[in-house]
Nanobody
Framework: QVQLVESGGGLVQPGGSLRLSCAAS????????MSWYRQGSGKERELVAV????????NYVDSVKGRFTISRDNAKNTVYLQMNSLSPEDTAVYYC???????????WGQGTQVTVSS
């Protein structure tokens, strides 16, 4: 059974940090491109960060560059999103996403809520 399970969300004050984790199971996650998306209330889902299967390349949406870092540990089948200097504009449900680079297979996690508020 394919699963992507996010954890690490919660309530944090502006300027604070959170680290999201996404644990993959049921497929060979090390061969997949992994990403984090987010969707704020009343907003479209947007791509936040992406990392290649080896972790050699990453890319970020402009609004999080310099604040967020995506990484992966293929030995643990886990992807992380370190989020620093959080602002209320970062409040959203964050989703883990896996895409097989050589075919159509795509998997989504169930999402974890991040709320930035004082």
């Amino acid at each position: 059974q394919v699963q992507l399970v996010e954890s690490g969300g919660g309530l944090v004050q502006p300027g604070g940090s959170l680290r999201l984790s996404c644990a993959a199971s049921g497929f060979t996650a090390s061969t997949y491109v992994m990403s984090w998306y987010r969707q704020g209330s009343g907003k479209e889902r947007e791509l936040v960060a992406v990392i290649t299967n080896t972790g050699g390349r990453t890319n970020y949406v402009d609004s999080v560059k310099g604040r967020f870092t995506i990484s992966r540990d293929n030995a643990k089948n886990t992807v992380y999103l370190q989020m620093n200097s959080l602002s209320p504009e970062d409040t959203a449900v964050y989703y883990c996403h896996a895409k097989f680079p050589f075919g159509p297979r795509v998997y989504w996690g169930q999402g974890t809520q991040v709320t930035v508020s004082s």
